[in-house]
């Protein structure tokens, strides 16, 4: 059991290989960080988040649902206005191993409608190779070093602070959650790792936005 935590919690480097076109984390040696929000926005979630965040003058990525961007535009909106960067995460959550390469592009693509960005992360971080093949002529594939499992019922705010603080490395790309499952932990966990970060010198960073795009 606690080898399947450390599988997700740090993608090992078999999944690294079999995915050599995605970021998981940016090779450097300066003590830069790059937290990320998966699964919103949501309007009981996200601007909490984004609050926090501007508390300690933080930018980070927001790989949004397309479903709930159609459903909350203005939260988009908000994100981009307070300077952070956006990613597509499909419209409808698709798990990859679950649907053809052609349905998973289709649902990717009606959410670029409503995201437009260059970045795209997988939900559950997998994709058939086929997927990934046709995804990279169109997106920039982020993935991640480290998954905090704020998500997780199993879990408490203490351990999601505690992965932050065991995995975290120079260049690592962080995934938390702005979602309703995460909130119970997320809304104590994420003001504790940040400061703890800062506390290690640790500069933030976001990925480029659309209007960046070269
Ligand atoms: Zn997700």
């Known amino acids: 059991m606690s080898f399947l935590r450390r599988f997700i919690e740090r993608p090992p480097l078999l999944f690294r290989i079999l995915f050599p076109e995605a970021v998981f984390r940016f090779g450097t040696k300066e003590k830069c960080i790059y937290l990320t929000f998966d699964d919103g926005p949501v309007p009981e979630v996200t601007?909490?988040?984004?609050?926090?965040?501007?508390?300690?003058?933080?930018?980070?990525?927001?790989?949004?649902v397309g479903d709930n961007v159609r459903r909350h535009p203005g939260l988009l909106e908000e994100v981009l206005r307070r300077g952070h960067a956006i990613g597509n995460h499909t419209m409808h959550h698709l798990q990859g191993s679950r649907v053809k390469a052609r349905r998973y592009l289709s649902d990717v693509r009606e959410a670029d409608r409503y995201i437009g960005s260059h970045l795209f992360r997988p939900p559950h971080g997998?994709?058939?190779w086929k997927q990934a093949a046709m995804l990279k002529r169109e997106f920039t594939l982020v993935m991640y070093d480290l998954v905090t499992r704020d998500?997780?019922?199993?879990l408490t705010a203490d351990d999601v602070v505690r992965n932050v603080m065991h995995y975290s490395r120079p260049g690592s790309i962080v995934v938390f959650h702005d979602s309703l499952k995460s909130e119970p932990r997320l809304m104590d966990a994420l003001p504790r790792s940040i400061e703890w970060l800062k506390g290690e010198g640790y500069e933030f960073r976001r990925l480029s936005r659309p209007d960046e795009r070269l």
């Open 47 to 64: 601007p909490r988040v984004l609050d926090i965040l501007d508390r300690y003058g933080v930018k980070a990525t927001f790989f949004m």
């Open 126 to 128: 997998w994709l058939r």
């Open 151 to 154: 998500y997780s019922r199993h």
